[in-house]
């Protein structure tokens, strides 16, 4: 019998050793990953997190996956930034489904002094909710990065995308260096680092190797690692890119948990895409975090009530805050599953 794997925190991947983590046998590759994933965390347990989109399109970024880029008409009917009030009672809504972090996302090349002030308070006030907090407003300088985490703000998330080698294919507008910038004033100013990347975006295998080792070979491995599959919308460019193999991805978010072992692996967008099965064999793989809800900032989720159908089948529990009684808890996920309800816990952004 294959004995289990450990695996040390380390930042020094080379490529050839993450083509090899993705060449092995997929049941050797799922072996080796779920071993790894029980040395750091508890088994069966899955973050929940709902994100709310605060400020919907017309960004002037042109990624060519994204249907908020300004550059590309996709029909998304366009949202100023919400009322701080509004975004309160979302994330209200939120706590009480069982969420225990609420992600705000602004299309934005990066905030605005003028904004600062309304983000403040609403990092503020979802904080005394007694909700994690994440934010991803595009690229910061280094006193934005210092107020958000003087405000209370618990994860920044900015996303590499892809490999160094493929980004130019996807953003022209910003470079992968201005993005590695961000990430270092998130670091530096303290707060937690959700980044990850998207496949499927016609990248070839190399370049899941190279993102994953970007990623893994960062200074501090970011908390929180979103796998996104690509979602194809119309009127973007990669509207007909070819579908990346379902496999493929599995062995993304194993071969993520091998190299990034104490990060939650983040199944994030395309999980509408997936059927039961395939989500199971993922969470098999070492993804340990999931939205929750029925939108994913602009593309459609896995309605709340399925998820809580798939964790009863799969005998995963949502993953518990340290300051969040069980009961309180228990009682707002029985709630969740119980009423079969599908409550409109986002913003309509589409
Ligand atoms: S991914 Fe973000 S930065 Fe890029 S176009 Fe979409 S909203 Fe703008």
Sequence with gaps: MQAAATQDVRHNWTLAEVNALYALPFNDLLFQAQSIHRQFFTPNEVQISTLLSIKTGACAEDCKYCPQSGHYNTGLERERLLEVEKVLTQAAAAKAQ?????????????PKQRDMPYIIEMVKGVKELGLETCMTLGMLDNTQAQMLAGAGLDYYNHNLDTSPEFYGEIITTRSYQDRLDTLSHVRDAGMKVCCG???GMGESANDRSALLMQLANLPEHPQSVPINMLVKVKGTPLENVDDLDGFEFIRTIAVARIMLPQSHVRLSAGRSRMNEQMQALCFFAGANSIFYGDKLLTTDNPEANADMQLFAKLGIKP???AD?????HELALADAINEQVNPPLYHAAQ
């Design 98 to 110: 069982g969420a225990s972090r609420f992600c705000m996302g602004a299309a934005w090349s990066n």
């Design 197 to 199: 990347g998207i496949v």
């Design 319 to 321: 993953e518990q805050r």
């Design 324 to 328: 969040v009684s069980d009961e309180a």
